[in-house]
């Protein structure tokens, strides 16, 4: 029953920098399996968060040795002999399906559970079904019981996706690298954590071009080998960070990102009346009230990220005027909606489509994470209500936030992450 507990009404300020990008390091970890030499791969600083402790579980039970060197993670996957992945585990970490490939291509076998039948509902898993079957695999869905079999190596083929799915992307860039023959993959996701995954796989001896791109080329190589990677910084956290300085009327300076990688946001925040400095990998927000944005609709890259949405709207709850809010990506991702509503703010949602009408204050209340984006955007707008705030089923956001508490009070907040259900006297 840990919460976090926030007093919020101070503008945020100072600098800060981000960890490696979540979305990264779990593929990254997932293609360790397709090195079989027992040279060992580093990871360089790899945050210690929920779903990376929860795909290292996963590692080990398939027999890999995962040890934390600081803040380094060192991987040997020279054992690695089990293609079960435990329906525990599974149900731990909902994008595990992009094991399926590393699997694939290492032991010509895989067994899953079923991503779906978790409280986000069933996770729509076709486009990685059907490309992994274009790379030759065999694969049987037993819906009753919840598991996917799939056998047989991959060979090369051509996969024309019908969404750009980060996931499917990935998954078939994993089963191509050690398939028999070359692989296209046309109508890829362009995400950079599918560039982080094909720099990683280059160093340790694989053959991929173009991501990046929509059109991912593959040349099928025996095996891979150790080495060494660090991901790039993470830009949903460092977009948290920014839109923390928005809603709080603060500056804030992210140092060590990728500013292109935060284009849309920061156009955004532009847009919306704040001043945007980039200067080398820093980035600086400061913000008095925000204007409203009349329209924003959330897209695959290098549009505006679906896992930026909770957090915007948080920022747009306090806008001066009506905003509007598209949601394309996923189809139900307004968990955190009621949430701000308690708050105060003034929210219709119809569909995919979300109306906020700006209001002048948020008062602090007790609020539940309905998943880990939703709970970013509660902690926004707690950070800049009046009053105190409470909110509740916090492990969702310690699986992509490490120390996030701590972070913010780093730039001037006030929030703690207390044990238990007692409300003691932390302010
Ligand atoms: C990844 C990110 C997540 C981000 C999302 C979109 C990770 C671990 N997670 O999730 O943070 O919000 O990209 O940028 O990297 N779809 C199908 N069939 C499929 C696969 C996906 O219909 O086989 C649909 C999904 O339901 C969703 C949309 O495609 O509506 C996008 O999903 P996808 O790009 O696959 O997201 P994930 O890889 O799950």
Known sequence: MSKYLVRGGLPLAGKITVHGAKNSILPVLAASLLNQTGEQIRLKKVPSLYDVRAMISILTGLGAQVERDGEDLLLQTANVDCYHVPEALMREM??????????????????????????????????HLEGLR????????????????????????????DYPSVGATENLILAAVTAHGDT????AACEPEIVDLQNFLNILGAKVEGAGSPVIKVKGVSGLHGG???????????????????????SVTVEGVIPDHLKALLRLLDQAGASVKVAGSAVTVSADRLKAVSRVETKPYPGFPTDLQ??????????????????????????????????????????RQAVINGVAVLNGAAVTAADLR???????????AKGESNILEIHHIERGYERLPE?????????????????EAVF
């Open 184 to 187: 296209v993959i046309r109508n």
């Open 228 to 250: 060494s990677y660090n991901v790039f910084p993470d830009r949903i956290v460092a977009g948290t960070f920014l839109l923390a300085a928005a809603i709080t009327r603060g």
């Open 310 to 351: 909770p957090p915007l709207v948080a920022c747009l709850t306090l806008a001066r005027g009506t905003s509007t809010m598209i949601e394309h990506v996923f189809k139900e991702r307004f968990h955190h909606v009621s949430e701000l509503r308690k708050m105060g703010a003034q929210i219709t949602v119809r569909g």
């Open 407 to 423: 972070a913010l009070r780093s730039l001037g907040a006030r929030i703690f992450r207390v044990e238990g259900v007692r409300e």
């Open 94 to 127: 909902r994008s595990s399906i992009f094991l399926m490939g590393p699997l694939l291509g290492r032991l010509g076998r895989a067994r899953l559970c079923y991503p779906g039948g978790c409280k986000i509902g069933l996770r729509p898993i076709n486009l």
């Open 134 to 161: 274009t790379l030759g695999a065999v694969i049987e869905v037993d819906e009753k019981e919840g598991y996917i079999e799939a056998w047989g190596r991959p060979r090369g083929g051509e996969v024309d996706l």
């Open 374 to 384: 939703a709970g970013a955007a509660l902690v926004l707008a707690a950070l800049a």
